[in-house]
């Protein structure tokens, strides 16, 4: 199916309400849509041994959170590079931090201070000397995307509009009772990440994984105390979130006790604002 017009989407949910779900579903009904996530671009920045992905690979395998304007670097100079923003100088005022791969040099310590320089500069200076000032969008139909794993909170979310407009926020609610059920009966296949759910996705053998039969386990955050805690947490930083974007006009909710109920509701609002 056809877009008219650019999507800028983002997914808002609890976790284990099926954001994963609703994605992957849109982005096979609309092929014009793609995936951007935060997550990935950082990932690949570890992988191309980049400046950036040093100083955060540290900060990743330990757990913690790598700072927003790092995140907000990334999906700035990933949507420059795709055309989708741009500003009267294009790619010439954007640090392309993927692009400053470390080989060999890095032996050099006088390469490694630039590096360390290049980073520090980035950080340490002003919002319009960063690119985050605000560009031409794209609208293209082929600018389309979900954007996934940022922003979590409405100071994020109000950074992220000097980039970019998002044009559709999706809040995706159920109850927590049932997202407390389906977590309950959700097993996983460590090697592969399979997923399994006895109540609607049960293995073919109870406790092995259909492909290798090997075991199935539970996650360490799939106990009730936990996700309880993650829930609340949840609740605390998104509220403010929705709040922002009701703000701005583009908040939408659905609310469903599946997956499946929800899919359609979500179809048809989507290609009511863009497609129609």
């Known amino acids: 199916m056809r877009l008219r017009k650019a999507a800028r989407v983002i ?5 284990g309400v099926g954001k994963g779900t609703q994605s992957e579903r849109l982005l096979q009904r609309f092929p014009q849509l793609s995936s951007i996530s935060s997550g990935d671009l950082l990932r ?12 955060v690979e540290s900060t990743m395998k330990a757990g913690g959170l790598v700072p927003d304007d790092l995140i907000l670097r990334l999906i700035s100079n990933e949507l420059n590079q795709r055309g989708w923003i741009y500003s009267g100088h294009r790619a010439s005022n954007i640090m392309t931090l993927s692009s400053s791969a470390i080989g060999t040099t890095t032996t050099d310590p006088a390469r490694r201070f630039e590096d360390d ?6 950080l ?10 605000p560009r031409q969008i794209n609208d293209d ?29 999706v809040s995706i609610q159920t109850p927590l ?3 407390m059920e389906r977590i309950s009966g959700r097993w996983v296949h460590e090697p592969s990440g399979r ?37 609340q947490k949840f609740q605390e930083t998104s509220e403010p979130l ?23 509701k979500l179809f048809r609002e989507f290609e009511r604002r863009f497609v129609e």
Do not use: C
């Open 11 to 15: 997914l808002v949910g609890a976790p």
């Open 141 to 169: 139909p082929s600018a389309s995307f979900l954007l996934d794993g940022f922003p979590r909170t409405a100071a994020q979310a109000a950074r992220l509009d000097q980039i970019v407009p998002i044009n559709l926020v």
């Open 117 to 122: 320089a290049e980073v520090a500069a980035f």
């Open 124 to 133: 340490s200076s002003p919002a319009h000397a960063r690119g985050q000032v």
């Open 242 to 264: 929705l709040e922002h974007y009701a703000r701005k006009g583009v908040l939408w909710e659905v609310r469903g006790m599946s997956s499946d109920e929800i899919t359609p």
């Open 195 to 231: 997923v399994y759910n006895t109540t609607f996705n049960a293995p073919k053998v109870p406790g092995r994984d259909d492909v290798t039969g090997e075991p199935l386990v539970r996650r360490a955050d799939d106990s009730e105390e936990v996700y309880r805690a993650r829930w």
């Open 44 to 55: 690949h920045n570890v992988k191309q041994r980049t400046p950036l992905g040093i100083k």
């Open 177 to 179: 009772e049932v997202i």
